[in-house]
């Protein structure tokens, strides 16, 4: 915990309810943000959000636009940014398979050796297309089900970088 320098998370948490995968307007934005800066209290923490309304800075965060379906924005992004070697990169933006495969493909190199990367609530209608579209990265998987419920939006795929 102590040794993670960089952590990038892709969906700070829109409270917009007209933009896709909103946390409603009971959400709030950064809230993930935070929680990362305070858990890995060694760490710079950067985030990105389609909803340029939600952007903020503040001690060791910053945010920045990306459009995840946009190569061009994602690139822009890693720019502005200007760090490589992150520890754990996250994906919690859109939550489609064009969404996700786009940033995974425009960012897994961002990763340091050993780094993590996340891609959280993969629909179980997707899941197995990104895993195979992805299989040279060697994904795992996690599928979260209860004895009460079988969760088909909340899959997670894991990544380490080699």
């Known amino acids: 915990r102590d040794s993670i320098k960089l952590v990038f998370e892709c969906g700070i948490g829109t409270n917009d309810p007209t933009l896709p995968s909103t946390m409603t307007s009971n959400g709030r934005p950064g809230a993930s943000l935070r929680v990362w800066k305070n858990y890995f209290f060694n760490a710079n923490i950067y985030g990105a959000d389609i909803d340029k309304r939600i952007l903020f800075n503040e001690d060791r965060i910053k945010t920045f636009f ?5 190569k061009d924005s994602i ?71 209860s004895k009460l419920k079988f969760y088909t939006d909340n899959n997670i795929i894991v990544f380490r970088k080699d």
Do not use: A, C, R
């Open 75 to 145: 690139e822009i992004m890693w720019k502005n940014i200007n760090q490589n070697n992150f520890d754990l990169i996250i994906d919690d933006g859109l939550h489609t398979y064009e969404s996700g495969v786009n940033l995974f493909l425009h960012s897994f190199q961002k990763l340091k050796k050993n780094g993590i990367y996340i891609i959280e609530d993969v629909h179980s209608s997707y899941l197995k297309k990104m895993t195979d579209k992805l299989e040279k990265y060697k994904p795992s998987i996690v599928i979260l089900e």
């Open 66 to 70: 990306v459009n995840q379906l946009d």
